[in-house]
């Protein structure tokens, strides 16, 4: 036993005298990509971009886990869930009780996981959450529902997330009506000089 413990430590010594770390500096990246959009300057290029959500098709063990998380709870959640509940949902009606914020948690992954599979009916699914997010546009640029001021100022969490799964939804499809709810097209001269450039 005493023979043991005397190696076990003497190999640990030696392990770890044996392992070094280096920094490694990234390398500086100077090519520009037609196919990509990446930063412009003077911010620094990614190193990595962003593939437009459709431009894979997984095969293998990625291809099963997805067919996993698709018939599993991701896949499955509109059925089960309150906050997903369509009727009295904040994103379908004016003054819905629920679901301003988990809905586009949820739908950021549910939509890029149907825009990946191709499954028809989480393809529908996901038009019919992202036609109301379209269709909540304002015409003083706001979208989505319209909740509680704090301080005089609107909440926009669920705002932003809304952002990104309309952003992957234009990679998908081209639809240009995202990029109008985007730039929030039909605001009034008073927003736009007040909020944004």
């Known amino acids: 036993m005493k023979f043991k413990t005397v190696f076990l430590v003497f190999f640990i010594a ?21 196919n990509y959009v990446n930063n412009r300057a003077p911010l620094p290029a990614n190193p990595f971009l962003k593939l437009p959500v459709n431009a894979i098709t997984p095969r293998g063990w990625v291809g ?23 009727k009295g949902n904040a994103w379908l009606e004016n003054g819905g009780s629920h679901g301003w914020e988990e809905v586009p948690y949820w739908l950021r992954g549910y939509s890029n996981l149907a825009y990946i599979l191709g499954d028809k009916a989480m393809l529908d699914e996901t038009k019919f959450w992202v036609e109301a997010i ?18 005089g100022r609107r909440e926009l969490w669920a705002n932003m997330l809304a952002l990104q799964i309309l952003q992957d939804y234009y990679d998908y499809s081209g639809d240009e009506r995202v990029l109008s709810v985007m730039k929030g097209i039909g605001r009034t001269a008073e927003a736009a000089t007040t909020c944004c450039p």
């Open 64 to 86: 099963e886990l997805l067919q996993r998380q698709k018939n599993g709870l991701s896949g499955n959640l509109g059925e089960i869930s309150d906050w997903l509940d369509k």
């Open 134 to 151: 379209i269709r909540s546009a304002q015409p003083d640029g706001y979208f989505g529902p319209v909740n509680e001021t704090k301080d």
């Open 14 to 34: 030696l392990s770890a005298s044996a392992q070094t770390a280096k920094m490694v500096r990234p390398r500086a990246i100077q090519a520009t990509q037609t």
